[in-house]
């Protein structure tokens, strides 16, 4: 059996794994896609230290990181069970093996929510994007959308306010759903404008996006605006799922940790994007990745 056995090769996982070995605790990686998120983003400008890499190649550099310890790195398996049993915690794989450890730190990541409509996919990183504290520098003086008037939809559209040259908010529903003072705060905004019972049918583009399309579901007209950035904000999901009610999880799925990165189960941890951590970025998930490996470390030499 594993000492410390991490589900999930994003930068989460892969710091938890580094601080694991370097304690000389017996340590496997299980990942569905080592790197994660990761892999799909193109620049990234915000691991500081690093002025800019593109996704990629930071994920070479983690797996070459990992690989220079010894652990255990099984890439390609699906977690699809966790089960506490006397003294291990039980991982079973979608293939059918079963993994033991004496702890397990949980680090399975999330997915941005997708709109689904033509032109999302094609133009990913070309004008598409999910996250504003990343990509919301590019669009530096140019006219972005966000779709999606929860509470990330309408932080997402303040933060961009202050970087963009306009910001058109569009919500499906008739009103927004996001706290009032985040209202209150996009209404003083003089660069935004909102628009309510929009149903987004298409981002359009040639190269890049060159602008979106909806339908006015009360005129049941459809319209065009003309901008140059989209961001979609419908929800983060957290790959969690497959825990079941094994571990403690809120309302949208996301693991309760406690500031330590422990779980309501005794020798389960978890970090990153799958947690309850209010921010979700690459520097933070491998902060927390690293607590949670130390925290492991402590209960290890405990128990
Ligand atoms: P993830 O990166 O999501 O990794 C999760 C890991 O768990 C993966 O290996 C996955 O395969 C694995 N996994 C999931 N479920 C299972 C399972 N059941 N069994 C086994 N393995 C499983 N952040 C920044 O700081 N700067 C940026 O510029 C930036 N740009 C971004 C651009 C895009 C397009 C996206 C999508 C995100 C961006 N982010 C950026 C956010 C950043 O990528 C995440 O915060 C970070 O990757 C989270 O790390 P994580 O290890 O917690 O999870």
């Known amino acids: 059996p594993f000492d410390v056995l991490v589900v999930g090769g994003g930068p989460a996982g892969g710091s938890a794994a580094i601080y694991s070995a370097r304690k000389g605790l017996r340590t496997g990686i299980v990942a569905d896609r080592f790197g994660g998120q990761v892999n799909d983003t193109a620049a990234i400008e915000n691991f500081i230290s690093v002025k800019r890499t593109e996704g990629p190649k930071f994920v070479d550099n983690l797996e070459e990181h990992v690989k220079d310890y010894d652990v255990d790195v099984m890439n ?18 979608e293939n059918g093996a079963t993994l033991k450890s004496k702890s397990v730190i949980l680090s399975t990541g999330a997915r941005w929510r997708n709109i689904g409509v ?15 504290h990343c990509d919301g520098p590019l669009f530096e003086g140019k ?3 966000v779709i999606g008037g929860g509470n990330s939809g309408i932080e997402a559209a303040i933060d961009l306010a202050g970087i963009t040259k306009h910001v058109t908010v569009l919500e499906f529903a008739s009103e927004l759903k996001a706290d009032s003072v985040l209202q209150d705060k996009l209404n ?11 149903q987004t049918t298409e981002i359009t583009g040639t190269d890049n996006v060159n602008g979106i399309s909806y339908i006015d579901r009360e005129s049941e007209e459809e319209k065009h605006v003309e901008l140059e950035g989209v961001f979609v904000q419908i929800g983060l999901v957290p790959n969690t799922d497959w825990l079941g009610d094994s571990v403690e999880r809120n309302k949208f799925g996301e693991i309760v940790t406690d500031r330590d990165g422990n779980t309501n189960v005794a020798g389960v941890f978890a970090a990153g994007d799958c947690t309850d951590a209010k921010n979700k970025q690459i520097i933070i998930s491998m902060g927390s990745g690293a607590n949670a490996a130390l925290s492991a470390f402590d209960y290890l030499i405990r128990n």
């Open 188 to 198: 003083s905004l003089p660069n935004v404008n909102v628009i309510t019972n929009a």
């Open 118 to 132: 033509p032109g999302e996919a094609e133009f990913k990183n070309k004008g598409v994007a999910y996250c504003p």
């Open 76 to 93: 390609l398996q699906m977690a699809k069970g966790l089960e506490r049993k006397n003294d291990f915690v039980e991982i079973e794989l």
């Open 143 to 145: 006219r972005v959308a």
